[in-house]
């Protein structure tokens, strides 16, 4: 696996009665969109981007953990989401967040590696 960082948003999703949730959207959570907003006819991205925002979020939430929430209940309660600037890809927080070790290469893990070519 290359240390490119995701050109998918960081999202921070502030609630009502809720601790405030940061999450990495991923393509599931797009893919989930897509499904959903075909079979209920909802308007596209660009006609609805709260919908849209908001329903990714909550995608996120479900996939992480983060809530159990059925769809309309987080909805209901969601009161802002709202994209996190990328950190910088030289920083602390990029090595942590990307999983690079002190040379700046990836993991050491060979599951998450790319396979040898052959």
């Not at 050109?7 to 797009?30: A, K, M, Y």
């Not at 596209?44 to 992480?64: G, Y």
Request: glycine share 6%; proline share 9%; aromatic share 8%.
């Amino acid at each position: 696996m290359g240390t490119e960082p995701l050109s998918l948003p960081r999202i921070r999703v502030l609630r009502t009665g809720h601790d405030p949730l940061e999450l990495q959207v991923l393509n599931p959570d797009l893919l989930r969109w897509d499904v959903t907003r075909g079979k209920h006819r909802w308007p596209t991205m660009k006609e609805a981007p709260h919908l849209w925002m908001t329903f990714i979020a909550w995608a996120a939430a479900v996939r992480t953990g983060a809530t159990s929430d059925r769809w309309e209940t987080f909805r209901d309660v969601t009161l802002e989401v709202a994209t996190i600037d990328a950190p910088d890809p030289t920083s602390a927080e990029a090595d942590q967040l990307y999983d690079l070790d002190a040379d700046g290469e990836g993991s050491s893990d060979p599951f998450l590696e790319d396979p040898e070519p052959g």
